[in-house]
C-alpha cells in the first residue's frame, strides 16, 4: 500500500487555489452523504447549498478538476467522489502520529473517521513514561524517545501536535527533522517552521471568541431593534406634546413658565 512519504497529492502542480483546495473537504463530505444515500447525480444549486457555498463558487471550484456537470442533468456523485479523493490525495493510505496523548489526543485517537478519509494512525506519542505501552483506542502508546525512529519506520509525512503550549515547539522541530512535511496543530501556540512545511492550527477557543463576538453582535441588534420598536409605538401626539415642550434650541427650559 502506498504511504504518505513517497506520493503528494496533486493540488499545487495542477495550479488550483488555496481556497478552493479549502472547499473541497466540504464538497466531499456533502458528495459521501448522497453516495451513502445511492444518489446518482446532484446539481450545483443542491451541492452548494448542502456545502454551504454559493454555487457559482462550487462550478468556478469544479473547473479546476475539470469537471463541469452535464447539462439538466448535474454533477455524477461517484466519480466527483472520485476526483476530490484523488486531488485531496485520499485514494492513497496516509500514515499520522499523534504527540501528545492527553484527554484531546485520546479523543482524536478515538475518533473513527480517519481511517474512512484515508488516515491511519500509525502511533500515539507521549512525553509520560507511566503512558508507555497503554493502549488507547486499542493502539498502545509509546514514549517520546522513539518518536525519529517511528516516523522513519513508518514512513510518515503528517503530524498531529496535542500537547500543552510549551512543549509544541520542541516537538514540531523534531517531527520536522524526522522528515515530517504537514503539521495539524491544536497546541494554542503558533508554531515557527521552514519552507516546505505546512501547518494547519486548530484553536477551539479562538473559535469561541468569534462566536461570542457574533453574539454580542445579534444581542446589539436585538437591543437596538427593541427601542426602535418601542419609539414607533409611542402615539403621534405624545411626540408632538413633548416637541411643544422644548425651548427655542430644542432643549427642556430650566423654568417652565406659569
Known amino acids: 500500500m502506498a504511504t504518505g512519504r513517497t506520493h503528494r497529492p496533486a493540488t499545487r502542480s495542477r495550479g488550483i487555489p488555496e481556497a478552493t483546495v479549502a472547499r473541497l473537504p466540504l464538497y466531499l463530505r456533502a458528495l459521501t452523504a448522497l453516495s451513502e444515500r445511492s444518489v446518482p447525480t446532484v446539481s450545483s444549486e443542491e451541492l452548494a447549498a448542502a456545502a454551504g457555498v454559493n454555487s457559482a463558487k462550487l462550478r468556478k471550484d469544479f473547473s479546476y478538476l475539470g469537471s463541469y456537470g452535464t447539462r439538466g442533468v448535474g454533477y455524477d456523485v461517484e466519480y466527483l ?19 501528545g496523548i492527553g484527554n484531546l489526543g ?3 485517537a478515538n475518533y473513527g473517521g480517519f481511517a474512512s478519509r484515508g488516515f491511519r ?4 506519542i507521549d512525553a509520560d513514561p507511566a503512558m508507555a505501552g497503554k493502549p488507547v483506542a486499542g493502539i498502545p502508546v509509546q514514549h517520546t524517545d522513539e518518536l525519529e525512529s517511528i516516523i522513519r519506520d513508518n514512513g510518515v509525512s503528517i503530524g498531529v501536535i496535542a500537547t500543552p503550549a510549551g512543549a509544541a515547539q520542541q516537538v514540531c522541530d523534531r517531527l520536522v527533522a524526522a522528515g515530517v512535511t504537514s503539521i495539524l496543530n491544536f497546541a494554542p501556540t503558533v508554531l515557527s517552521v521552514p519552507d516546505g512545511v505546512d501547518v494547519r492550527k486548530v484553536d477551539l477557543s479562538i473559535e469561541l471568541q468569534i462566536l461570542a463576538f457574533h453574539e454580542q453582535r445579534k444581542a446589539g441588534e436585538e437591543a437596538a431593534a427593541e427601542v426602535t420598536a418601542q419609539a414607533a409605538a409611542v402615539p403621534a401626539t405624545t411626540r408632538e406634546e413633548s416637541a411643544t415642550d422644548q425651548g427655542p ?7 417652565m413658565p406659569a
Request: glycine share 6%.
Open 81 to 99: 467522489v472520485y476526483q476530490i479523493s484523488r486531488e485531496l490525495g485520499l485514494t492513497q493510505d496516509w500514515p499520522v502520529v499523534i504527540v
Open 106 to 108: 485520546a479523543a482524536l
Open 121 to 124: 494512525v500509525a502511533a500515539l
Open 249 to 255: 434650541d430644542g432643549d427642556v427650559p430650566a423654568v
